[in-house]
């Protein structure tokens, strides 16, 4: 990596091995979908909301987050001080990576550069760990952004302020509306959804699992469903069946609940059965609310879950109904 006179960075080494006392690594996990994070980062109507430590706004004239692409923007200091800073994307890989060679700094002092390198990685479901990664071209220079601009402290808060951002910008409630058309008679889509045997492999999003289901398909009757995700996480959902009219109609709750067995998400589903021509179709109507904080990130999910659920459902009916 070298710089130009102006102090851009005109070439980077940001994917060779950098000593530690020429880099910056900060790293914070968010209770929000890696999809959710990834957005607050590359929406200029979002970003401004959150960038820079405490204090600060920002003004944005370009950003066009591409490879090649220009980021330009004006940081506004609380005493008034003005911070001019340009960026070019190097790399950006959505929603894990991007990397940017930047530089700027205080108007009318000497400015700063080095490449930055953010990732975005799936902690478990609805969680992101953002890890940042500045290298700077030479040690002296790492030293001075820290102790000039208090780099570390500004980008925690940075990423602080980032949080209160995605946790603003989740919904505490949600309602969803999904319709498909199975090409099978009523009778068997319902059976499907409502035998434990089957509910195990369909339940829940793609590559999950469901060792525990329990059912007692009654008015009043209860269910338990443990789901599994690959990386062996449990997330226990239970309800309790309000109606239950076959092959027509089932009305139940559905919560999701803690490690602790605690309410951390409440729920009411309604699920319609139409038969015609010897074909069904499933209207589902659900509606979820977060009984505490961090059970926002779960709603944000709650449609692509119940997508995926419902593809599985319609392959285990074809299964079904083509084993007889």
Not at 168 to 189: C, G, H, K, S, Y
Request: glycine content about 10%; proline content about 6%.
């Amino acid at each position: 990596m070298k710089k130009s006179n102006n102090g851009e960075i005109v070439r980077t080494d940001a994917f060779e091995p950098a000593s530690p006392d020429r880099e910056i690594v900060i790293t914070r996990e968010f209770d929000a979908p890696r999809e959710l994070v990834w957005r607050a980062w590359t929406d200029p109507e979002q970003i401004v909301r959150w960038w820079g430590p405490r204090g600060f706004t920002t003004t944005i004239e370009i950003m066009d987050v591409r490879p090649g692409g220009q980021w330009k923007h004006v940081m506004h200091g609380p005493d008034g001080s003005q911070y001019p800073n340009r960026s070019v994307f190097q790399e950006v890989v959505e929603p894990e990576k991007i990397v940017f060679s930047h530089s700027g700094g205080r108007e009318g002092e000497p400015g700063v550069a080095f490449v930055s390198t953010w990732t975005f990685e799936t902690v478990k479901a609805g969680t992101t760990r953002v890890t940042i990664r500045m290298v700077f071209p030479t040690a002296a220079d790492r030293e001075r952004i820290e102790r000039e601009f208090g780099a570390v402290e500004g980008g925690r808060q940075t990423l602080e302020r980032l949080a209160e951002h995605l946790r603003d910008a989740q919904p505490a409630e949600r309602e969803i509306v999904l319709t498909r058309v199975f090409d099978a008679p009523r009778e068997l889509v319902f059976r499907v959804w409502t035998e434990p045997a089957h509910l195990a492999r369909w339940w829940g999003p793609r590559e999950f699992t469901n060792p525990t289901g329990e059912m007692d398909l009654r008015p009043g009757g209860a269910y338990r469903i443990v789901m599994r995700s690959p990386d062996g996480r449990e997330y226990p959902c239970q309800g309790v069946f309000q109606e239950v009219a076959g092959p027509e109609r089932l009305v139940f709750t559905n919560n999701a609940v803690g490690e602790d067995g605690s309410l951390v998400l409440e729920g009411l589903t309604t699920v319609l059965f139409a038969e015609e021509g010897g074909r069904t179709t499933l209207t589902l109507r659900t509606r979820a609310k977060a009984v505490v904080d961090f059970a926002r990130a779960y709603l944000s999910g709650m449609e692509m879950g119940w997508t995926q659920s419902l593809e599985k459902l319609e392959e285990e009916v074809r299964w079904t109904g083509a084993s007889g």
